[in-house]
T-cell receptor, first 114, second 113 residues
């Protein structure tokens, strides 16, 4: 299965700033997704990162708050904009190949907003 | 809408005891079901999956799960728990033909020596 590298693994940020999380995969993948895991909670899908076009956001998530890029089949970024303490979460990148129906997850980026 | 329910938020077992984690799903068609494990400070690791065929599936680390369509369940089992199994376990179902997972709330497993 694909190997995913996420950067940063953790960060502490100030309220009002923005942070970009990178997801690098060691092979080309069809599907890339971004999930959020709030403290003590399960995982919630933020959006599907579409290669060469705008991401597809789930209900409750908007592009202005979580802009996503996916310039190629191995790389994506998620930006958390104008952060508040409520954005403190683990953000996970996941990837899959069409038809395989199995997602592989990165180790996550633990974000703390003060 | 598809959903996954894990009724047990927290379970504690003694090392060497058997384990069963419950998972119920709501899905119109034949579901693709998964169990993932998240150890402290780690990402998610796939334990096992069910797509079709034999309803008893074997996974890694000695885990197995049984798909029961009549009960809309996909419970995870292990005959003898090890201290290293302490983690959070998530049941999930694929939604809508895309590789998008819908997760349950998770069950946190504690193992007593």
């Amino acid at each position: 299965s694909a190997v995913i590298s996420q950067k940063p693994s953790r960060d502490i940020c100030q309220r009002g700033t923005s942070l970009t999380i990178q997801c690098q995969v060691d092979s080309q993948v069809t599907m890339m997704f971004w999930y959020r895991q709030q403290p003590g909670q399960s995982l919630t899908l933020i959006a599907t990162a579409n290669q060469g076009s705008e991401a597809t956001y789930e209900s409750g998530f908007v592009i202005d708050k979580f802009p996503i890029s996916r310039p190629n089949l191995t790389f994506s970024t998620l930006t958390v904009s104008n952060m508040s303490p409520e954005d403190s979460s683990i953000y996970l990148c996941s990837v899959g190949t069409a038809g395989a129906n199995v997602l592989t997850f990165g180790a996550g980026s633990r974000l703390t907003v003060l | 809408a598809q959903s996954v329910t894990q009724p047990d938020i927290h379970i504690t077992v003694s090392e060497g005891a058997s384990l069963e984690l419950r998972c119920n799903y709501s899905y119109g068609a034949t579901p693709y079901l998964f169990w993932y494990v998240q150890s402290p400070g780690q990402g998610l690791q796939l334990l096992l999956k069910y797509f079709s065929g034999d309803t008893l599936v074997q996974g890694i680390k000695g885990f197995e799960a049984e798909f029961k369509r009549s009960q809309s369940s996909f419970n995870l089992r292990k005959p003898s728990v090890h201290w290293s199994d302490a983690a959070e376990y998530f049941c999930a179902v694929i939604s809508g033909g895309y590789n998008k997972l819908i997760f349950g709330a998770g069950t946190r497993l504690a193992v007593h020596p």
